[in-house]
């Protein structure tokens, strides 16, 4: 399958990791925090400040869940643009295939977290009627590419050690574990991300071992809900390092994510991942952008041959304790079509197609085959261990 990628890159050990170039204009949406329950919707916000936590500061103290309304209004906009081949423009959506099993937690005194997977449901007292069948509906119209992010998002061994310690802030984790609202990163940084754990005795990513049991349960959630096995992976907060590669690459992870920066090239690593760095925030819930904005750092990355790699999270979609929703479609909408009106040669892909075209030289959609010329890029292209997110 790698043939045709290694006549254009050497995989030996002693020379530098080159990147890849197109010949035509790829356009990316990656999308992560897709599945992942937050503040548990009007009741459980006020359930939170009666237990004096000072809510509105922030705009994640409103993210919640999506719900199949929000769902379907970002594949019902999708579907209305089309690139050169007549494809709709796609958004891959990086999930979180389990959350705290909030009654089962409590039962247990907080003496042990548990969890439950998407495919068992929404735990506790979380309703969206009609939300995974919202899933599914646009992944069948190939607006939606389901991806991995993790079996959780925070560190589950950071939060069972706050727990036990019984100070401030294993309480905050309790009240918020009545509530059924899992945490609030920014108010509470040492619960960390999934492969990582921010604070000591172990500080650091989690040994070779853990994070390989890790992703292989969040891979066979993955498989079980989506009836089909993970091509890319993105770390939750990117925290990811050569351990976390290898363990995608054994669960058959093809593509890599990672954050945002300088456009760097798709390029492959030790373990075959092929790794692919996204080159644009719009995140219309921290900040708004204008327009001129989004289209000059696109045009830098076509001008380079990178594609043009869109980071947008999924609270953007969200409206159910306020409506960040309209402005992120409206956001996406504009610069789609001004993407669509620039580029008459555009193509919408996904990580897969990515990876088809680096390897094959060619992808397929539901128009057809598709061929693009890929060139080796001669400067160096560097894959961060881990980033800010």
């Given at each position: 399958m790698l043939n045709f990628a290694r006549k254009l890159w050497n995989l030996g050990k002693d020379v530098p990791a080159q990147g890849f170039s197109f010949s035509r204009p790829l356009l990316l949406i990656q999308s992560d925090d897709w599945g992942r329950v937050g503040v548990r919707d009007r009741e459980g916000y006020e359930q939170l400040r009666a237990s004096g936590i000072p809510l509105g500061q922030n705009p994640y103290d409103l993210y919640t869940l999506e719900t199949a309304e929000d769902v379907a209004a970002l594949g019902e906009m999708l579907n209305r643009h089309r690139d050169s081949t007549g494809r709709p423009a796609c958004v891959l959506m990086n999930f979180v295939l389990a959350n705290i099993d909030f009654p089962k937690t409590r039962r247990n005194n907080y003496q042990q977290i548990h969890l439950r997977t998407l495919a068992e449901g929404l735990p506790g007292n979380w309703k969206r009627p009609g939300?995974?069948?919202?899933?599914?509906?646009?992944?069948?119209?190939?607006?939606?590419?389901?991806?991995?992010?993790?079996?959780?998002?925070?560190?589950?061994?950071?939060?069972?050690?706050?727990l036990a310690k019984n100070d401030e802030r294993g309480s905050l984790l309790r009240t918020l574990w009545k509530a059924e609202t899992p945490y609030i990163y920014w108010r509470m940084p040492w619960i960390g991300y999934e492969y990582c754990n921010p604070e000591p005795p172990k500080a650091g990513f989690l040994p070779a071992e853990a994070q390989q049991e890790l992703i292989a349960a969040a891979a066979e959630s993955f498989t079980k809900f989506f009836a089909r096995a993970p091509v890319s992976a993105c770390a939750p907060g990117y925290r990811a390092d050569r351990e976390t590669h290898l363990a995608w690459s054994k669960c058959g992870v093809r593509v890599a994510q990672n954050g945002s920066g300088s456009p760097l090239h798709p390029h492959f690593d030790e373990w075959e991942l092929l790794h692919l760095h996204r080159t644009i925030d719009i995140e219309p819930s921290q900040r708004d952008l204008p327009l001129e904005k989004y289209m000059q750092l696109a045009d830098d990355c076509f001008a380079r041959g990178v594609p043009t790699i869109v980071s947008v999270h999924a609270i953007n979609f969200h409206s159910t304790l306020k409506d960040f929703r309209g402005p992120t479609l409206r956001a996406l909408d504009e610069f789609l079509s001004a993407l669509e009106a620039k580029y008459p040669n555009l193509l919408y892909v996904h990580d897969g197609d990515v990876y088809d075209i680096v390897t094959r030289g060619?992808?397929?959609?539901?128009?057809?085959?598709?061929?693009?010329?890929?060139q080796q890029n001669a400067g160096k292209a560097r894959s961060a261990a881990w980033g800010a997110k």
């Open positions: 939300l995974f069948e919202a899933y599914r509906q646009g992944i069948g119209d190939g607006v939606f590419y389901p991806a991995l992010h993790g079996l959780t998002h925070f560190c589950k061994q950071a939060a069972e050690y706050q060619k992808f397929e959609n539901s128009h057809g085959k598709v061929s693009v010329t890929v």
